[in-house]
């Protein structure tokens, strides 16, 4: 996006920004909403110029001329990039396109197929507040905060015609969000570019603020230090298990834990380490329900990892499968992605983060 914005300048740099493009959409098919995200910004462009200048209609289609031309600069680099490093278009282009096209239109009218948790309640669409919700969990007060107050200061300059590359950033942000929602098919993950512009747009904000009390030089550095060092306390307490943060103005990781699915690995190191202190361990089957990674190995996990069905009942499964524990995480169990049976079994350990357990190990006794 800031090669885009910067290529009014310097022209070449639209084929930095479709080359960029290209790779975003080969590395996830959500990349497609930069896309529209750029085709939306061209079109405000226009809009906020002639309001502007008050160009007519001859001033405006130059403009949309203009825009046409960068935009398709990018299409036409992206899909080269695209090419290029896609061997299977090589074979069958049109094809292979054409499935593309399909997987993201369909991404956009169908959701997951397997329920969400959301304020309390599970649905394959969780709906048009979900993203908004999730950002409030997963920014700190302080990054959010400041992140209105540098949007705020950058809208306003954009209007009074400066910082129109700043103003891409919030235009970038809020666009994506709204694309984001518009599709079926979400997960909290998907809004993970926005973070970084809410990260910058706050260290605008936090100058802008800093500037407007007019501080002396040497208070001016020793309040942002500690502006910075304030926003480290939350990595600090959360080491190395970052991802079990949540914003404490909304009930920290307790208010989280109703609010939407958590978790994501979080509590399987300290699992496999109490599983591997386990007398005899190396001899019993341990049955990870619906792991999303292979976190057995990444932990370097002892025992007989097992797979089983866990739409069927522990008392159903083959007896020579049986596992003698089962490893359940949060978003697993949230999901309903467990064994009807499973609370029958005896709870062995629970790995927790405050007063929320993130992971249980129950063990199997009827074996």
């Known amino acids: 996006m800031t090669c885009y914005a910067v290529a009014a300048k310097r022209p070449?740099?639209?084929?930095?920004?479709?080359?960029?493009?290209?790779?975003?959409?080969?590395?996830?098919?959500?990349?497609?909403?930069?896309?529209?995200?750029?085709?939306?910004?061209?079109?405000?462009?226009?809009?906020?110029?002639?309001?502007?200048?008050?160009?007519?209609?001859?001033?405006?289609a130059r403009?949309?001329?203009?825009?046409?031309?960068?935009?398709?600069?990018?299409?036409?680099?992206?899909?080269?990039?695209?090419?290029?490093?896609?061997?299977?278009?090589?074979?069958?282009?049109?094809?292979?396109?054409?499935?593309?096209?399909?997987?993201?239109?369909?991404?956009?009218?169908?959701?997951?197929?397997?329920?969400?948790?959301?304020?309390?309640q599970l649905n394959n669409d969780p709906g048009p507040l979900y993203y908004a919700v999730t950002m409030l969990i997963h920014l700190t007060p302080i990054t959010l905060v400041l992140s209105l107050v540098g949007s705020y200061v950058v809208a306003r300059r954009f209007w009074h015609r400066s910082w129109e590359h700043s103003f891409l950033l919030v235009f970038f942000g809020a666009a994506f969000l709204v694309l984001a929602t518009m599709v079926a098919h979400k997960a909290d993950r998907y809004i993970m570019p926005v973070y970084p512009v809410t990260d910058i747009l706050g260290g605008i904000g936090a100058v802008a603020l800093l500037r407007h009390l007019r501080l002396p030089n040497l208070l001016f550095s020793v309040v942002l230090v500690g502006l910075m060092l304030a926003h480290s306390v939350p990595v600090i307490f959360t080491h190395p298990d970052y991802v079990v943060y949540a914003n404490p103005l909304l009930g920290g990781t307790a208010g989280q834990s109703w609010i939407m699915h958590y978790g994501y690995g979080a509590g399987y190191r300290e699992a496999f380490e109490y599983l591997n202190s386990r007398e005899g361990i190396d001899e019993k089957k341990i049955w990870l329900v619906y792991p999303v990674f292979d976190f057995a190995t990444f932990y370097s996990a002892r025992g007989k990892i097992v797979s089983l069905d866990s739409r069927s009942a522990i008392s159903k499964q083959p007896a020579e499968k049986l596992p003698d524990y089962i490893v359940v995480d949060a978003v697993t169990l949230m999901r309903g992605f467990v064994p009807p049976d499973l609370k029958e079994q005896a709870l062995d350990h629970a790995v927790s983060f405050g007063s929320v357990p993130f992971v249980w190990i129950y063990r199997v006794d009827n074996k």
């Not at 462009?45 to 209609?57: E, N, P, T």
């Not at 990018?74 to 499935?99: H, K, Y």
């Open 63 to 120: 403009l949309a001329k203009t825009s046409s031309a960068k935009l398709a600069k990018v299409a036409a680099t992206s899909m080269m990039t695209i090419w290029l490093l896609w061997p299977v278009l090589w074979s069958d282009p049109l094809r292979t396109f054409r499935e593309l096209l399909d997987a993201a239109i369909m991404s956009t009218t169908v959701d997951h197929g397997v329920p969400i948790p959301f304020l309390g």
């Open 12 to 60: 070449n740099l639209v084929y930095v920004s479709g080359f960029l493009l290209g790779l975003t959409i080969l590395s996830k098919l959500q990349g497609f909403m930069v896309a529209g995200v750029l085709v939306g910004w061209e079109l405000f462009h226009i809009i906020v110029s002639d309001l502007r200048a008050g160009y007519g209609w001859r001033g405006t």
